[in-house]
């Protein structure tokens, strides 16, 4: 199947500094990404969805001055979550689509895992 | 954010016995697919459903779409210590710009040998 790849898999970093996670569709353009946040023993719950070369498009309740995201291209899409802080810490996960007809496969990463101390 | 009811919320099962669980929406969803999260990784997909009243089968998974396009089940037969993890039901509604997809709470399987 298709693969998704996440950069980095765990970071660890101090309260107030930013981190900026990489997600790459490798064998696929992808027209539209999401970001998710999983906190343990929790679901996912979407973020904020990105289509290449347009502005993010957040879920209600996360901010988007703190959780930058850009989709420079079809492959490529990158979360900055500014100023971090302990309650950020948490499993983020990113998905890619090549489509958005309904049997185009929403591919998911391995994950970023940040802890912010 | 939104989230389906899934449940059980959690299994622990012998090896052999066979495993059923199922996800619920106040909500009508187009696409509904099942998929299994291991620790620390994402979530891979097992068995995508399109149409309502739709049974789909994956090797010893078998998962069907409510004839009302709110709930959906998932049947693991004959489980294995590999079985283990958490099951996830997602729903998406076609339309619009993301066409975003919406997750169940979770069911986690543990099988003993």
């Known amino acids: 199947g298709a693969v998704v790849s996440q950069h980095p898999s765990r970071v660890i970093c101090k309260s107030g500094t930013s981190v900026k996670i990489e997600c790459r569709s490798l064998d696929f353009q992808a027209t539209t990404m999401f970001w998710y946040r999983q906190f343990p023993k929790q679901s996912l719950m979407l973020m904020a969805t990105s289509n290449e070369g347009s502005k993010a498009t957040y879920e209600q309740g996360v901010e988007k001055d703190k959780f930058l995201i850009n989709h420079a291209s079809l492959t490529l899409s990158t979360l900055t979550v500014t100023s971090a802080h302990p309650e950020d810490s948490s499993f983020y996960i990113c998905s890619a689509r090549p489509g958005l007809a309904d049997r185009d496969t929403q591919y998911f990463g391995p994950g970023t895992r940040l802890t912010v101390l | 954010g939104q989230q389906l009811n899934q449940s059980p919320q959690s299994m622990f099962i012998q090896e052999g016995e066979d495993v059923s669980m199922n996800c619920t929406s106040s909500?009508?969803?187009?696409?509904w697919l099942w998929y299994k999260q291991d620790p620390g990784e994402g979530p891979v997909l097992l068995i995508a459903l399109y149409k309502a009243g739709e049974l789909t089968s994956n090797g010893r998974l078998t998962a069907q779409f409510g004839i009302t396009r709110k709930d959906s089940f998932l049947n693991i037969s004959a489980s294995i210590p590999s079985d283990v993890g958490i099951y996830f039901c997602a729903g998406r509604v076609r339309g619009g710009a993301t066409n975003k997809l919406i997750f169940g709470t979770g069911t986690l399987l543990a099988v003993q040998p």
């Open positions: 909500s009508i969803f187009n696409t």
